[in-house]
């Protein structure tokens, strides 16, 4: 296998990945009873098509050369906080949150944490600088899902606890 096929390889699998992870999170949507469940799935969703297209974007080239630069995205909060932050402004604080969605929130963050440790095995044995920052800034962004989702959890185990 040749060093182009390798990458292609491994991008193949992270683009499986996250479009498994995508409709992982469609499907806790669509079974979501509360509009803060649901609206931190479809979140989550969305928020994975970003990381399906920027593989795709790198799949699509047709190699990776040591002298192209990876430009990480810069956003000073993402989509997922900013709802997560305007949800809990909101939520009623006698919320008694649906145990499959309690048991959604603990599978999604399960799925983050994988994926985290998957970009992050990627970075430590990619072959190139634009590939292992391309792999940890994918981590980084699964790893902040993990702590949004964390949050989540915990704010709908705050208000098991008050109702």
């Not at 509360?34 to 479809?42: G, N, P, Q, V």
């Not at 499959?100 to 985290?116: F, M, N, T, Y």
């Amino acid at each position: 296998m040749t060093k182009g096929e390798g990458i292609r390889k491994v991008l193949e699998e992270a683009i499986r990945f996250e479009m498994d992870g995508r409709e992982f999170f469609l499907k806790a949507a669509e079974k979501s009873k509360s509009y803060f469940a649901k609206l931190i799935f479809e979140t989550i969703a969305e928020e994975e098509l970003g990381h399906i297209k920027r593989v795709k974007d790198i799949f699509d080239q047709s190699a990776i050369s040591e002298k192209q630069v990876f430009t990480p995205l810069v956003s000073e909060k993402s989509n997922l906080e900013n709802v997560f932050q305007q949800a809990k402004k909101n939520i009623d604080q006698t919320l008694i949150p649906n145990p499959d969605e309690l048991e959604a929130i603990r599978l999604a963050i399960q799925l983050e944490i994988k994926g985290h440790e998957f970009y992050k095995h990627l970075a430590e044995v990619a072959q190139n600088e634009l590939e292992k920052a391309f792999y940890h800034q994918l981590a980084e962004e699964e790893s902040r899902h993990f702590s949004i989702l964390h949050q989540v959890e915990e704010t709908m185990m705050k208000s098991t606890s008050l109702g």
